[in-house]
């Protein structure tokens, strides 16, 4: 089973910057591609960027590009999510989980942790 647990959320204001992190057992974190995702109220739970498993090759949703920035510790197990120039519509909870394939923007699973919730105030 999966185990994925994020953390590094909170309230900043519009133009700051945010890292977050998600913690993986040694396993999930070694096989598989990992990527972010976010969910606001009243939306479905969309792709924000993955990584290959390797730590090689991101790639990010058009609505972050240039501005976040994911990467991943192997000595760690933990994948990051650095956020630069955080707008109001980046408010949402963040969740992590593994991908299936590289290039993938969708989850391999339905199994989501609680997230870390990221508040941006204009």
């Known amino acids: 089973q999966v185990q994925l647990v994020e953390s590094g959320g909170g309230l900043v204001q519009a133009g700051e910057s945010l890292t977050l992190s998600c913690v993986a057992d040694?396993?999930?974190?070694?096989?598989?591609?990992m990527g972010w995702f976010r969910q606001s109220p009243g939306k479905e739970r969309e792709f924000v960027a993955a990584?290959?498993?390797?730590?090689?090759?991101?790639y990010y949703a058009d609505s972050v590009k240039a501005r976040f920035i994911i990467s991943r510790d192997s000595a760690k197990n933990t994948m990051y999510l650095q956020m630069n120039s955080l707008k109001p519509e980046d408010t949402a909870v963040y969740y992590c989980?593994?991908?299936?394939?590289?290039?993938?923007?969708?989850?391999?699973?339905?199994?989501w942790g609680q997230g870390t919730q990221v508040t941006v105030s204009s």
């Open positions: 990584i290959g498993w390797s730590g090689g090759s991101p």
């Open positions: 040694a396993y999930t974190f070694r096989a598989y591609n």
């Open positions: 989980n593994v991908l299936p394939i590289w290039g993938s923007r969708r989850a391999l699973n339905d199994d």
